[in-house]
């Protein structure tokens, strides 16, 4: 522990020594004081710090290691008798030329008996090497550089509070969002600034309240949005801080989505109203007569759907031009709005069409609002120097007599106006229903049902597969996919369309076997395309009922993995009605579906429920333009205005877009600049059965058909454009 060489310590000093010095966690040395103070003793934590044998250490002068002036002045002033003790920082310089910072400490040895080393007084120098600590500070000291430094790169606005709400720290992006004047970012200014963040507020008293109810839940993490009176809108996620288990207090992130907001409030906008006139549009509509329909049910009061048709207005289109024009369709939907209470609803379904929902209204209620309109619409328009009459025909379905949905109370009405057009125009007539003509008790719902039954069992279904095109791009008119159509041709009824059978099949639950059939079916057609090296995706249409059974994902798993095919060549397309009847079950299993690798698709979008809501949360890829929005184009303006904003919503939404039913070369010209992705429809080809599809797969058409083959195309038309799914 301690050995003298040259310099003898008393035996009794060396014991005392020994034990003292062994005990000691730091270094230690005696050192022999005078003119060249020298080493007599050291511990073995010494000889460890010095990287040297203990005996090696015995005679060295202490100088040779401890050399600062500071060392140098003390043992200095020990000789001539100044000095007793010294404690601070200093250098040890190691034999082998290393340095080691070390705090040091150097007091004399008092010993009862006087013991000296050639006379000269004893020292005790203790060493503690500070390599670890200072170390440990510099990287401390890194930390937190680079943590200022991710504070000031983040975009969020960070600020960082004790439990009792005192600011501790923030970052320069929180000053720049909340436009905190310089002179309150001095230290010790917090509680100024907080008061300022509060009197920016849109509302200091709701904005005092929340903030009081978070600083009330220690542990709790929110997130809530923060309006500005200058118009900013921030959103705020509150933070737990932790130190060692226990909260010492918040932090608060602070994101401007001013920008997002709007843009969405745009989205929607374009997705709910009409874009010239600003009256509902079909989304919105649907909107309104759901609720009214809940409102009749629970109340037990009628209300009338009006369907209003502009008469001849393509010769006001002709004269005055499409810039006139929509200024008088302007006119119009004020002088409608006009004629209306503030519960009732006038949307604008297409160019010259608008639809008047009026509530708690019977046929006296319909027929005086009709009344009305036409007689606001009897009033002479001008634009410029012209003044010219505009008429209309309005037909009128009622609730409950005339339907129980949309759907049918627009076809109802249409049926209605479309009378009157042919009695002469400018007027207003109601449903009146009709008995049933030609072959239409032959196929009565009962036998259309039992004759379904059969098909399915003796195999009488079968498929047919309209190719999906792409629209732009270097692989502009390549086949990428197929939706699969069911088709079926019964030997006594013949052929009968989709738009027939498959409504009695929802209604009397049989839809669920049908579409179980065509998924199997289609997902082995999928399965030998792909073993043939053929890219296609299979787009399969899935029923409401079909979605909802118990172990529907579990099945679909199942199929794909019978025939062999990857789950990504499987599409599955959804309506919009589906996803809203129960959000949150249908999230679970868009999730499982999503989760195994298929596509989903929502079907005939813009002809239901669209709600951003739901494109948000779901794990959707592709939206389909339903085919009422296409027929119209590129000349019908609403029709381009609802196809533009619905890929525009898709692009901000990183949605794919398939436009169905394209029938011209201008749908299509207009589809491509619109930027929508895919197409399909008759101007390609109608759905094709196995042989005829892998025709088209390597080519278009190449010849003009004959007369034959253009009446076998026109059945074929007729079967596609009265299926549900097109």
Same mark, same amino acid.
């Given at each position: 522990?301690?050995?003298?060489?040259?310099?003898?310590?008393?035996?009794?000093?060396?014991?005392?020594?020994?034990?003292?010095?062994?005990?000691?966690?730091?270094?230690?040395?005696?050192?022999?004081?005078?003119?060249?103070?020298?080493?007599?003793?050291?511990?073995?934590?010494?000889?460890?710090?010095?990287?040297?044998?203990?005996?090696? *250490?015995?005679?060295?002068?202490?100088?040779?290691?401890?050399?600062?002036?500071?060392?140098?002045?003390?043992?200095?002033?020990?000789?001539?008798?100044?000095?007793?003790?010294?404690?601070?920082?200093?250098?040890?310089?190691?034999?082998?030329?290393?340095?080691?910072?070390?705090?040091?400490?150097?007091?004399?040895?008092?010993?009862?008996?006087?013991?000296?080393?050639?006379?000269?007084?004893?020292?005790?120098?203790?060493?503690?090497?500070?390599?670890?600590?200072?170390?440990?500070?510099? %990287?401390?000291?890194?930390?937190?550089?680079?943590?200022?430094?991710?504070?000031?790169?983040?975009?969020?606005?960070?600020?960082?509070?004790?439990?009792?709400?005192?600011?501790?720290?923030?970052?320069?992006?929180?000053?720049?969002?909340?436009?905190?004047? %310089?002179?309150?970012?001095?230290?010790?200014?917090? %509680?100024?600034?907080?008061?300022?963040?509060?009197?920016?507020?849109?509302?200091?008293?709701?904005?005092?309240?929340?903030?009081?109810?978070?600083?009330?839940?220690?542990?709790?993490?929110?997130?809530?949005?923060?309006?500005?009176?200058?118009?900013?809108?921030?959103?705020?996620?509150?933070?737990?801080?932790?130190?060692?288990?226990?909260?010492?207090?918040?932090?608060?992130?602070?994101?401007?989505?001013?920008?997002?907001?709007?843009?969405?409030?745009?989205?929607?906008?374009?997705?709910?109203?009409?874009?010239?006139?600003? *009256?509902?549009?079909?989304?919105?509509?649907?909107?309104?007569?759901?609720?009214? *329909?809940?409102?009749?049910?629970?109340?037990?009061?009628?209300?009338?759907?009006?369907?209003?048709?502009?008469?001849?207005?393509?010769?006001?289109?002709?004269?005055?031009?499409?810039?006139?024009?929509?200024?008088?369709?302007?006119?119009?939907?004020?002088?409608?709005?006009?004629?209306?209470?503030?519960?009732?609803?006038?949307?604008?379904?297409?160019?010259?069409?608008?639809?008047?929902?009026?509530?708690?209204?019977?046929?006296?209620?319909?027929?005086?609002?009709?009344?009305?309109?036409?007689?606001?619409?009897?009033?002479?328009?001008?634009?410029?120097?012209?003044?010219?009459?505009?008429?209309?025909?309005?037909?009128?379905?009622?609730?409950?007599?005339?339907?129980?949905?949309?759907?049918?109370?627009?076809?109802?009405?249409?049926?209605?106006?479309?009378?009157?057009?042919?009695?002469?125009?400018?007027?207003?007539?109601?449903?009146?229903?009709?008995?049933?003509?030609?072959?239409?008790?032959?196929?009565?719902?009962?036998?259309?049902?039992?004759?379904?039954?059969?098909?399915?069992?003796?195999?009488?279904?079968?498929?047919?597969?309209?190719?999906?095109?792409?629209?732009?791009?270097?692989?502009?008119?390549?086949?990428?996919?197929?939706?699969?159509?069911?088709?079926?041709?019964?030997?006594?009824?013949?052929?009968?369309?989709?738009?027939?059978?498959?409504?009695?099949?929802?209604?009397?639950?049989?839809?669920?076997?049908?579409?179980?059939?065509?998924?199997?079916?289609?997902?082995?057609?999928?399965?030998?395309?792909?073993?043939?090296?053929?890219? *296609?995706?299979?787009?399969?249409?899935?029923?409401?009922?079909?979605?909802?059974?118990?172990?529907?994902?579990?099945?679909?798993?199942?199929?794909?993995?019978?025939?062999?095919?990857?789950?990504?060549?499987?599409?599955?397309?959804?309506?919009?009605?589906?996803?809203?009847?129960?959000?949150?079950?249908?999230?679970?299993?868009?999730?499982?579906?999503?989760?195994?690798?298929?596509?989903?698709?929502?079907?005939?979008?813009?002809?239901?429920?669209?709600?951003?809501?739901?494109?948000?949360?779901?794990?959707?890829?592709?939206?389909?333009?339903?085919?009422?929005?296409?027929?119209?184009?590129?000349?019908?303006?609403?029709?381009?205005?609802?196809?533009?904003?619905?890929?525009?919503?898709?692009?901000?939404?990183?949605?794919?877009?398939?436009?169905?039913?394209?029938?011209?070369?201008?749908?299509?010209?207009?589809?491509?600049?619109?930027?929508?992705?895919?197409?399909?429809?008759?101007?390609?080809?109608?759905?094709?059965?196995?042989?005829?599809?892998?025709?088209?797969?390597?080519?278009?058409?190449?010849?003009?058909?004959?007369?034959?083959?253009?009446?076998?195309?026109?059945?074929?038309?007729?079967?596609? %454009?009265?299926?549900?799914?097109?």
């Amino acid at each position: 522990m301690g050995r003298a060489a040259g310099l003898t310590l008393p035996p009794a000093t060396l014991a005392a020594w020994s034990a003292f010095a062994g005990a000691m966690l730091h270094a230690a040395w005696l050192v022999r004081s005078g003119p060249a103070p020298r080493i007599v003793a050291v511990n073995d934590a010494a000889a460890a710090l010095a990287r040297l044998d203990a005996a090696a *250490l015995i005679g060295r002068p202490a100088l040779e290691l401890l050399a600062s002036p500071e060392d140098e002045a003390f043992w200095t002033d020990v000789a001539g008798g100044q000095a007793a003790e010294i404690e601070s920082d200093t250098l040890l310089r190691r034999p082998d030329g290393s340095i080691v910072p070390v705090r040091r400490r150097v007091r004399a040895l008092a010993m009862d008996d006087g013991v000296r080393v050639d006379g000269k007084a004893l020292y005790i120098v203790a060493l503690h090497d500070l390599s670890a600590q200072l170390q440990a500070e510099r %990287e401390l000291e890194l930390s937190l550089t680079d943590l200022r430094a991710t504070l000031e790169s983040t975009n969020d606005g960070i600020l960082v509070t004790d439990l009792a709400g005192r600011i501790r720290n923030f970052n320069r992006r929180f000053a720049s969002l909340w436009s905190v004047p %310089e002179n309150l970012l001095v230290k010790g200014e917090g %509680e100024a600034v907080l008061d300022w963040m509060r009197r920016s507020t849109a509302d200091p008293g709701a904005y005092t309240r929340r903030l009081a109810s978070i600083e009330a839940g220690v542990n709790s993490r929110s997130a809530d949005v923060v309006r500005l009176r200058s118009g900013k809108v921030f959103e705020r996620v509150v933070t737990p801080q932790f130190n060692q288990g226990q909260p010492i207090g918040r932090v608060y992130a602070f994101r401007d989505v001013t920008e997002k907001l709007e843009a969405h409030e745009r989205i929607q906008l374009l997705s709910y109203t009409d874009t010239l006139t600003g *009256l509902p549009n079909r989304q919105l509509l649907a909107d309104r007569v759901t609720v009214a *329909l809940a409102t009749s049910r629970r109340e037990g009061s009628p209300f009338a759907f009006l369907l209003l048709n502009l008469d001849r207005f393509s010769h006001i289109n002709e004269t005055l031009g499409h810039a006139l024009a929509d200024r008088v369709l302007l006119d119009v939907a004020e002088r409608i709005k006009g004629c209306m209470r503030q519960i009732d609803t006038v949307a604008r379904l297409g160019a010259d069409e608008f639809v008047i929902l009026v509530q708690q209204a019977d046929e006296p209620g319909a027929e005086a609002a009709a009344t009305r309109v036409i007689d606001a619409l009897k009033q002479p328009f001008a634009q410029g120097d012209m003044r010219f009459s505009v008429t209309a025909s309005i037909g009128i379905a009622m609730y409950p007599g005339d339907g129980g949905d949309l759907d049918d109370l627009e076809r109802r009405a249409n049926v209605a106006m479309r009378e009157v057009k042919g009695a002469g125009r400018e007027g207003f007539r109601f449903y009146r229903s009709r008995p049933m003509q030609g072959d239409a008790p032959l196929r009565s719902r009962m036998k259309l049902d039992h004759a379904m039954r059969q098909a399915l069992a003796q195999n009488r279904f079968r498929l047919h597969y309209q190719p999906q095109i792409v629209l732009g791009g270097p692989d502009a008119g390549r086949t990428v996919g197929a939706e699969a159509l069911v088709r079926w041709r019964d030997p006594e009824l013949g052929d009968i369309s989709p738009g027939e059978f498959i409504p009695v099949a929802e209604e009397s639950g049989f839809i669920v076997a049908i579409d179980d059939w065509v998924l199997r079916e289609a997902v082995k057609q999928a399965a030998v395309w792909h073993a043939a090296g053929l890219e *296609l995706v299979m787009s399969v249409n899935v029923s409401a009922l079909q979605f909802q059974q118990p172990g529907f994902v579990d099945g679909v798993a199942a199929v794909l993995r019978e025939a062999g095919l990857p789950p990504s060549r499987l599409e599955l397309e959804l309506t919009e009605s589906i996803l809203i009847q129960d959000a949150q079950d249908a999230m679970l299993r868009l999730q499982g579906l999503a989760q195994l690798g298929v596509k989903l698709a929502i079907d005939d979008f813009g002809t239901g429920y669209s709600s951003l809501a739901y494109l948000k949360r779901f794990p959707i890829g592709r939206l389909k333009i339903d085919r009422s929005f296409i027929s119209g184009l590129p000349d019908e303006e609403s029709d381009a205005a609802i196809v533009q904003a619905i890929v525009s919503m898709a692009r901000a939404l990183r949605l794919e877009v398939v436009a169905e039913g394209v029938e011209t070369e201008a749908q299509r010209a207009f589809l491509a600049r619109s930027g929508c992705d895919h197409c399909q429809g008759f101007l390609f080809a109608p759905g094709l059965d196995v042989a005829a599809f892998e025709r088209s797969l390597r080519g278009r058409i190449t010849s003009v058909p004959d007369a034959g083959e253009l009446v076998a195309l026109a059945a074929v038309r007729a079967g596609d %454009e009265n299926d549900p799914a097109k």
